[in-house]
Structure formats: C-alpha cells, structure tokens
C-alpha cells in the first residue's frame, strides 16, 4: 500500500539546518510529485518546496527561496529536504504528500486538492 513517512525533525537554534526525509513505499516515484508543506498553529497550511521527480524540477515559493532544497532519491524511494537558515517562524509540523505535479502560480506552491496521500508529519521547532 502506499505510505509516505517523515523524519528528520527536531529542536533547533535560529540560523541552523534541518534535513528532513519522505520515506515512500507502494508506488514509483518517478511518476509523481512529492511536496512539503507545513502547519504552524494559528496559521495557514503552507507549501514549501516541490519535486517532479521524472525530470528533478523543483519549485519553492519566492519567501523560502534560498533557505531550502528538495531532493529525490529514486533508489531509496526518498525525498529530503534541506533547511537551512532556519527562523523561528519556521517552526511548524512539517508533511510531506504525493500529487501528479507540482502545480506552481504566484509564487507559491499551491495546496489545492491534487495531493491523494499524506505522511504524518514531523514537528520542527526553532527556538534559542
């Protein structure tokens, strides 16, 4: 069956770095897109960063552009992500989610209804 399944959070000071993993089963990634979002409380669901992983685009919004990369690994059927530069606001659950392709307008990666499976989530807390 298909799973999607992150790792990689933590506590972290201001002006660290972070790799977060999707590790993915039941299905090839090559076919798909896999994005990260997040959640903070309080706050709108945010997408972070995008990968088509047939042709390794990737797509980030204007306000993380910089600060995180995405990465796929066929091999290991696993996406990261690199944070690095980490602020306080950056502090969320972070999700990882499969969808047909990354859907990007305005700057933003768009979290509308293409995404069909969703990890569980990963916390990221940065704080000094």
């Known amino acids: 069956q298909v799973q999607l399944v992150e790792s990689g959070g933590g506590l972290v000071e201001p002006g660290g ?3 977060l993993a999707c590790a993915t089963s039941g ?3 090559h076919y798909y897109a896999i994005s990260w979002f997040r959640q903070a409380p309080g706050k709108e669901r945010e997408g972070v960063s995008c ?3 047939n042709d390794e685009k990737t797509y980030y919004p204007n306000s993380l552009k910089g600060r995180f990369t ?3 690994d066929r091999a290991k059927n696993t996406v990261y992500l690199q944070m690095n530069d980490l602020k ?3 502090t969320a659950i972070y999700y990882c989610a499969r969808g047909t392709f990354c859907f990007y307008a305005s700057g933003k990666i768009q979290a509308g209804t293409a995404y069909d499976y969703w990890g ?3 916390q990221v807390t940065v704080s000094s």
């Open 17 to 19: 770095s972070l790799r």
């Open 27 to 29: 299905f090839d990634l």
């Open 51 to 53: 990968i088509n992983v």
């Open 70 to 72: 995405t990465s796929a």
């Open 88 to 90: 306080p606001e950056d």
């Open 120 to 122: 569980q989530g990963t």
